[in-house]
């Protein structure tokens, strides 16, 4: 029969079994249970962020909708090129004082 451990009564080999299925348990515990807990509380971390952004993005749509519109304004008040060809006689004497008065108006 096992030896009995001085005046407890249990057997000798039943605690080195508890001893041993304590350990292992440990090593459970401190090579699957945490590193799964810390990954996921960076997975829930990672999902709120992408939540709030998500959220952020839904309110802020029609700012930027608006932005576009207002974006799309600006581009047509933009003057057109006039049709290419010879300039008449006429208008070409009075090029020299309508560039002067133009950079007059703009300091140069």
Same mark, same amino acid.
């Given at each position: 029969?096992? $030896?009995? #451990? ?7 080999? !039943? ?21 799964? !807990?810390?990954?996921?509380?960076? &997975? ?13 993005? #839904? ?8 932005? @576009?519109?207002?974006?799309?304004? @600006? ?8 049709? #290419?060809? $010879?300039?008449?006689?006429? #208008?070409?004497?009075? &090029?020299?004082?309508? &560039? ?5 108006? !703009?300091?140069?």
């Amino acid at each position: 029969m096992d $030896k009995l #451990k001085a005046g407890i009564g249990i057997p000798q080999k !039943s605690i080195i079994y508890i001893g041993m299925c304590l350990i292992g348990l440990a090593i459970f515990l401190l090579g699957a249970i945490l590193p799964m !807990s810390r990954t996921m509380t960076e &997975l829930d971390a990672r999902t709120a962020a992408t939540q709030y952004r998500f959220e952020e993005q #839904k309110t802020l749509a029609p700012f930027h909708q608006t932005l @576009k519109a207002g974006q799309d304004e @600006k581009a047509s008040a933009i003057l057109p090129m006039p049709p #290419k060809g $010879k300039l008449p006689q006429a #208008k070409i004497n009075t &090029l020299p004082f309508i &560039l002067g008065n133009a950079a007059k108006m !703009s300091g140069m």
